[in-house]
């Protein structure tokens, strides 16, 4: 069973910066394309950024120059570092795989006020 837990998301201003954070349990991340995924109120579930196991990571046009994407093979970790923040990022942020995707976690709730 795969376990994705995500973390360090509250509440920035507009134009701050916060990073989350997921572990995995239950599988080796390395051997995954591993994705950050959102989902604002009442919109579907997009994805952020994408790192491969080689290569190029991904970013939406939204976020692109805004976003970074890494992760920590060591750990099993995987990161989403923030910056210049827009009210249009609010979302609940995911970790996981490309698909077909394990079970979501619980996520965690970025919300940036103006």
């Known amino acids: 069973q795969v376990q994705v837990v995500e973390s360090g998301g509250g509440l920035v201003q507009v134009g701050g910066s916060v990073t989350v954070s997921c572990v995995v349990r239950g599988r080796n991340l390395s051997f995954f394309v591993m994705g950050w995924y959102r989902q604002a109120p009442g919109k579907e579930r997009e994805l952020v950024a994408s790192?491969?196991?080689?290569?190029?990571?991904y970013y939406a046009d939204s976020v692109k120059g805004r976003f970074s994407i890494s992760k920590d093979s060591t750990n099993n970790a995987m990161y989403l570092y923030m910056n210049n923040l827009k009210p249009e990022d609010t979302a609940v942020y995911y970790c996981?795989?490309?698909?077909?995707?394990?079970?979501w976690g619980q996520g965690t709730q970025v919300t940036v006020s103006t």
């Open positions: 790192i491969p196991v080689q290569g190029n990571t």
């Open positions: 996981n795989k490309d698909s077909p995707h394990w079970y």
